[in-house]
């Protein structure tokens, strides 16, 4: 079973940038699509970002695209999300996740990285 490690959060002024890391063990990464959420304060969590199983297909939620970009590192069993012109409404819990191949659903969520986006 897939397991995630989400690290590379922090407080950053507006306008900078962060770049989250998601480590897995436990099973290839290579055979799971993965995902970036985020939760914010009293709000629900919301998908920011997903990739394909070979990084060739990227998605992002229109409040992030342009500014955020996922990547994936198979071999280093990593993915990342760039993060550049934070804003304040950027700040949250970030959580990655994987896609079932079996079922296509998502895994089990993590304790997630925190950003805070602040001056």
């Known amino acids: 079973q897939l397991q995630l490690v989400e690290s590379g959060g922090g407080l950053v002024q507006p306008g900078g940038s962060l770049i989250l890391s998601c480590l897995a063990s436990?099973?290839?990464?290579?055979?799971?699509?993965l995902g970036w959420f985020r939760q914010a304060p009293g709000k629900e969590r919301e998908g920011v970002s997903c990739?394909?199983?070979?990084?060739?297909?990227?998605n992002y939620a229109d409040s992030v695209k342009g500014r955020f970009t996922v990547s994936r590192d198979n071999a280093k069993n990593t993915v990342y999300l760039q993060m550049d012109s934070l804003k304040p409404e950027d700040t949250a819990v970030y959580y990655c996740?994987?896609?079932?191949?079996?079922?296509?659903?998502?895994?089990?969520w993590g304790q997630g990285t925190q950003v805070t986006v602040s001056s």
């Open positions: 996740n994987s896609k079932s191949p079996y079922s296509g659903k998502w895994g089990q």
């Open positions: 990739i394909s199983k070979s990084g060739l297909s990227r």
């Open positions: 436990g099973s290839p990464l290579a055979l799971y699509s």
